[in-house]
Every structure is written in C-alpha cells, then in structure tokens.
C-alpha cells in the first residue's frame, strides 16, 4: 500500500515539473522566435525600401510590383549629372553639365541585396504586399509606398492568438510594414 502510494506521488510529481517546465519553456522559445523571425523580416523590409529608393532615383517613382523592380535594376542605369565651371568662358557664372551613367546592378550587388528573394516573405511562403500611388501632399504631387505583410504569416507555429498572453504587444493580425499610404513617409512601423 505504501509502495503505491509512494509510485503515484512521484508520478504526480513528475506530471507537476513537466507541466512547469512546459509553462516556462513555451514563453522563452516563443519569444526567441519572435525576435528571430522579426528581425529577418525587417532586415528584408530595409533591403525592399533600399532597392525602391534606387528605383525611384532611376524611374521618379516607385515600383508596382516586384517583377518590375527587379527588372529595371538589374537592366537600367543611374544618371549622373556633374555640373562644372566651364573653363572656356570668361562668365564666371558659365557652367558645363558632364552625364554619365551607372548600372543599377552594380549597387545592388554591392549592398548585397538578392532580387530574386526579394519578393518572399523570410519563414513563409507568402510574398509582401507592395501599394503605391500618387497623392496631394501639402500642396505637392508625391510618390508613396507601403510595403507589408502580417505577423502571422511569418510566425509559423508562433501565430495565433494564445501566444498573445506571452507579449502585450503581440498581435498577430497587426502588420509588419514600412511606408505609408496617406504621406511620403518610408519609415517602419518597427522604427517608432
């Protein structure tokens, strides 16, 4: 009787610590991967914004989509313009403009950005949502942009709504984005 009794008081102490370590060991992984999977995101978010920055130097706007983005960086060029006095002149307000041109590849491989991952959100297999227009901002005609996708999609195992309790900012159906669709701003929502 002793010895049962002795077996099932090490048995319910057993299912205690595992139910323990389970109740810490869920909020520590899911906050590693919270940060793991947001990071990617980011950092891919800020190579998306640099590759449209270098695309609105090209074309004066933003790219609608990704095919188009990646087309014309990897086959269009930057112009620049070098403006110097002219030394055949006697005005000294006389100035010659010298154009050159630059591939748009070469800066995009030497900011080490992949064109062709680009579109692909890291940890899913969905693609982020690209918006562009154009609108009246303080009296001026403006380009913007925002490039988004939600926590969800790249949170695996990690998106539902129980891992809420673990994070008061945690909200899997907020998006993750930079831009904004109301004022030229490209700035990230992770930025503020």
């Known amino acids: 009787m002793r010895l049962g009794i002795n077996i099932l008081l090490t048995l319910v102490i057993l299912f205690l610590a595992f139910l323990l370590y389970n109740s810490i060991k869920e909020p520590i992984a899911f ?32 790219a609608e989509n990704f095919d188009t983005l990646s087309y014309v960086l990897k ?10 006095d002219d030394p055949d002149s006697e005005d000294p307000e006389a100035f010659i403009t010298e154009t050159t041109f630059k591939s748009a590849i070469d800066s995009i491989n030497k900011l080490d950005i992949n064109l062709d991952s680009l579109r692909y959100v890291p940890f899913s297999d969905t693609q982020f949502k690209i918006e562009t227009d154009t609108l009246t901002y303080q009296k001026t005609l403006v380009n913007v942009l925002e490039v988004s996708t939600r926590w969800k999609d790249f949170m695996g195992e990690f ?34």
């Open 75 to 84: 086959t269009d060029s930057f112009k620049i313009e070098n403006i110097m």
């Open 31 to 62: 906050k590693a991967q919270k940060d793991l999977r947001s990071d990617a995101v980011k950092n891919r978010l800020m190579d998306i914004r640099t590759a449209q920055e270098h695309f609105r130097d090209i074309k004066g706007e933003f």
């Open 159 to 192: 998106g539902s709504e129980r891992f809420m309790k673990y994070d008061n900012s945690y909200e899997p159906n907020n998006i993750f984005k930079f831009g904004d669709m109301s004022k030229p701003n490209l700035g990230g929502n992770w930025e503020r």
